[in-house]
């Protein structure tokens, strides 16, 4: 699997977007963006995932770049309870998930 | 339905013995993966199942892990002798597609 960098820690208002970048400079063609996040002593939680076109569910947007090297992960309006790792994995199976130390993201009010 | 269930949720055991931890999968769900996860190494995936059978076990850390699956709803790590540095939380995830679920985790605490 390609390795992802993020941004070790980042502060977002309450109210605001939460964007947060990766970068995954190596991935292969067959290789999915994956996000997940976990919440202090819960298990990761998928959020979201896409492979070449920009995704949105009820939780966040996928932004991928045309090369695929770069996505971001935006969470509109941030809450409170959005206080958590996210992390960024680039992965052909959904579930052999290689987690690096993801973006500590801190919701302030 | 109830997600993925692990038990127990804390396990606190001595040095040199035996410790079980369950999970039970989301029903319906083909494949079945045991994470660790430490400060020091964050998460590792040990083993994964897809419908029962060990696909890759290359994440077991040594002899002393194992892990089944005797069936669809059920599966087991084992660790024996138990020993300080495996005390981690672990996770149990099932998935069918495109995304994977996680249970609540096992503190295990060795001491």
């Known amino acids: 699997d390609a390795k992802t960098t993020q941004p070790p820690s980042m502060d977002c208002a309450e109210g605001r977007a939460a964007n947060l970048p990766c970068n995954h400079s190596?991935?292969?063609?067959?290789?999915?963006v994956y996000w997940y996040r976990q919440i202090h002593s819960q298990g990761p939680q998928y959020i979201i995932h896409g492979l070449k076109n920009n995704e949105t569910n009820e939780m966040a947007s996928l932004i991928i770049t045309e090369d695929r090297k770069s996505s971001t992960l935006i969470l509109p309006h941030a809450t409170l309870r959005d206080t958590a790792v996210y992390y960024c994995i680039a992965s052909d199976s959904w579930g052999k998930l290689q987690f690096g130390a993801g973006t500590q993201v801190v919701v302030t009010p | 339905d109830a997600g993925v269930i692990q038990s127990p949720r804390h396990e606190v055991t001595e040095m040199g013995q035996e410790v079980t931890l369950r999970c039970k999968p989301i029903?319906?769900?083909?494949?079945l993966f045991w994470y660790r996860q430490t400060m020091m190494r964050g998460l590792e995936l040990l083993i994964y199942f897809n419908n029962n059978v060990p696909i890759d076990d290359s994440g077991m850390p040594e002899d002393r892990f194992s892990a089944k699956m005797p069936n669809a709803s059920f599966s087991t790590l084992k660790i024996q002798p138990s020993e300080p540095r495996d005390s981690a939380v672990y996770f149990c995830?099932?998935?069918?597609?495109?995304?994977?679920?996680f249970g609540q985790g096992t503190r295990l605490t060795v001491v």
């Open positions: 029903s319906g769900h083909n494949s």
């Open positions: 190596t991935i292969s063609g067959n290789e999915y």
């Open positions: 995830a099932s998935s069918r597609s495109s995304r994977a679920f």
